[in-house]
């Protein structure tokens, strides 16, 4: 049973920073590529930032370019989105996969084991 449990998020103000995480169980995690998506309230779920298996590989969103941080720790099976200068608009719920490849694109059909979610919330 593949599982994904994010956490960090929360109310901030425009132009604060967060951290979020994501834990893996269940998969060897350092065979698959991971990513992260968010959700608005009444949007569809869209791509945010992806990471190769081993790190080599990292790719964004062109809204989140130059802001958030995608890395992963091997060790600790862990996945993390460093987000910087938020803005208004990166409100939404964020949520990792898991891919089904040591490399993944920006379909939400290439990850195949979804977390529950984490709110971000950004007051202008």
């Known amino acids: 049973q593949v599982q994904l449990v994010e956490s960090g998020g929360g109310l901030v103000q425009a132009g604060d920073s967060l951290r979020l995480s994501c834990a893996a169980s269940?998969?060897?995690?350092?065979?698959?590529?991971m990513a992260w998506f968010r959700q608005a309230l009444g949007k569809e779920r869209e791509f945010v930032a992806g990471?190769?298996?081993?790190?080599?590989?990292?790719y964004y969103a062109d809204s989140v370019k130059g802001r958030f941080t995608i890395s992963r720790d091997n060790v600790k099976n862990t996945v993390y989105l460093q987000m910087n200068n938020l803005k208004p608009e990166d409100t939404a719920v964020y949520y990792c996969?898991?891919?089904?490849?040591?490399?993944?694109?920006?379909?939400?059909?290439?990850?195949?084991?979804w977390g529950q979610g984490t709110q971000v919330t950004v007051s202008s």
């Open positions: 996969a898991i891919g089904r490849d040591k490399t993944a694109g920006r379909l939400l059909n290439e990850y195949d084991y």
């Open positions: 990471i190769s298996w081993n790190a080599d590989s990292t």
């Open positions: 269940g998969r060897t995690f350092g065979s698959y590529a």
